[in-house]
């Protein structure tokens, strides 16, 4: 998980010009000459999730952790309000990576170590890699990791729906 490097008050402009591509920034999403993107330029035409950084800090139970990741198909490029996971080969694969992001496994597992509000990529040590071949669903998770039901029953009462 990295960036563009692209600040979080950085704007683009709110009509495409011929060449241009999408940023996703805290509020919306604005359009940026390819060039903005250099510094991760291999990334630009693949497609990858945008994970905000930010999320509910109030540490109340049960949590979110995470806000919503967005599967970003079209060659996109973001600020540093969010995270990036992948690149990757596919839309399937980026569409299989935010469903896993979206569990409350993968969710729960976060916020072991996560601090209230900011993400960071090593929120995620303790999130396993799986293979992005399929839509993930916490009832799959909690059988690939043969989960007790005292475990599920804990990630359950932690972690909100999304």
Do not use: N
Not at 66 to 75: F, N, Q, S, T, Y
Not at 104 to 115: C, E, I
Not at 141 to 155: M, N, P
């Amino acid at each position: 998980m990295d960036q563009f490097r692209l600040a979080t008050t950085f704007r683009g402009e709110s009509a495409p010009e011929e060449g241009d591509i999408q940023l996703y920034r805290q509020k919306g999403v604005d359009w940026v000459p390819r060039e903005v993107a250099a510094l991760r330029a291999d990334w630009v035409d693949k497609p990858k999730v945008c994970l905000p950084k930010a999320s509910d800090g109030s540490g109340r139970t049960p949590r979110q952790v995470l806000g919503r990741p967005i599967v970003a198909a079209d060659p996109p490029c973001c600020t540093m309000t969010y995270l990036v996971v992948g690149p990757f080969d596919s839309d399937a694969q980026a569409a299989s990576a935010a469903s896993y992001l979206h569990t409350k496994f993968v969710r729960f597992l976060v916020s072991l170590v996560k601090l209230p509000q900011d993400t960071t990529s090593s929120s995620f040590r303790f999130v396993p890699l799986v293979d992005f071949d399929r839509q993930w669903s916490d009832a799959a998770l909690y059988e690939l990791f043969d989960l007790s039901d005292d475990d599920i029953d804990l990630i359950e009462a932690s972690i909100t729906p999304m």
